[in-house]
């Protein structure tokens, strides 16, 4: 009675190849390939010639590969093509050991040549350099002779000089202190009738001024319009060296003076000067201010707490005009 032959179990997938830098080069394509899955028979035998069941196909072997892989199919060569590449592989290194033994043997003859060259340019860089400082060294010694011979000769002509120089000199200091003499006793002379006459000029000045202001003191203080109250001045400071142009407004009533930058905008103040009990003189150039000297219609006054404001006018009458507002403000006598 005929019965059915076990199947055998299918072959195991191929494993996994891990590709890593120490796995060692792949076999052909041909060891790798996979064995074909025997079918199972479905034909029935007699019992008599039934054959025990087959084993399974062995699986591939595991193949670590190493390095890099190569998956191109490798040829097999003969060994007349292999003894064939290996000689072809011998000429071309012997070809390339020539060349590179040729060329090194050119660049050493290059570099001899190239050193050759560059002794034989030093050489005559030394030979111009030894001749130049033979040509410097002949010159120098022909002007070191020429400036020995010219500065013996000049140091005659110093002596000489010297000579004559102190005899003039000598005769020159007596004339001189016989005219210093004379120029002292003049310049005495001049110096005291001088200031005899300015101090005479300075009180005659002074008494022309307390008549005049005197006399301008009433008109001033009895006049109905403000404007006789206000005016321009130049004005410099302690704090401030430059002159500023102002025009003052003076409160009698209150003793003080308002200084703005122009006439029109007279409600901006830029300074207002408490004046009564707080002024000690009003100066004029000669009593000790020489640098306003050269500056017309100016003056200057003195604070108790030591400081000092230069000014000066337009005018003669406005400096009269402006001492006399000055003095009734501050409550001082001129």
Not at 235 to 252: C, G, H, S, V
């Amino acid at each position: 009675m005929p019965v059915n032959s076990p199947s055998p179990p299918p072959p195991p997938p191929p494993k996994d190849v891990l590709f890593t830098r120490d796995t060692p080069a792949a076999p052909p394509r041909d060891v790798m390939k996979p064995l074909p899955i025997p079918q199972p028979d479905t034909t029935f035998t007699p019992d008599h010639l039934q054959y025990p069941p087959s084993p399974p196909p062995p699986s591939p072997p595991k193949v670590i590969l190493q390095g890099r892989v190569d998956l191109s199919p490798r040829l097999r060569l003969s060994p007349e093509e292999r003894l064939k590449r290996q000689l072809s592989n011998q000429r071309r290194r012997e070809h390339e050991e020539q060349d590179a033994i040729r060329e090194e043997r050119e660049r050493q003859a290059r570099r001899r040549r190239e050193k050759e060259e560059a002794e034989q340019m030093a050489r005559e860089d030394e030979e111009r350099r030894r001749a130049l400082l033979h040509q410097d060294l002949r010159q120098a010694a022909e002007r070191k002779t020429k400036e020995e011979r010219e500065a013996k000769a000049a140091e005659e002509r110093r002596l000489q000089e010297i000579k004559e120089r102190k005899r003039a000199e000598h005769e020159r200091r007596l004339q001189y202190t016989l005219e210093m003499q004379q120029w002292r006793r003049e310049h005495i002379r001049r110096a005291e009738s001088q200031s005899s006459e300015k101090e005479e000029e300075r009180k005659r000045f002074a008494e022309e001024r307390r008549s005049r202001i005197a006399r301008l003191s009433d008109a001033v203080l009895q006049a109905d319009s403000p404007d006789a109250f206000n005016g321009w001045v130049t004005i410099q400071t302690p704090e401030n060296l430059a002159w500023k142009r102002r025009y003052f407004m003076f409160d009698l009533a209150h003793g003080q003076v308002t200084l703005c930058r122009n006439r029109r905008d007279s409600t901006r103040t830029v300074d207002l000067v408490p004046l009564d009990g707080r002024v000690e003189s009003l100066n004029e150039w000669y009593e000790g201010f020489e640098e306003l000297e050269a500056i017309p219609h100016s003056f200057a006054v003195k604070f108790v707490d030591g400081r000092t404001w230069c000014m000066y006018a337009d005018t003669e009458q406005d400096k009269d005009r402006l001492l006399v507002l000055l003095s009734e403000a501050a409550g001082i006598i001129l």
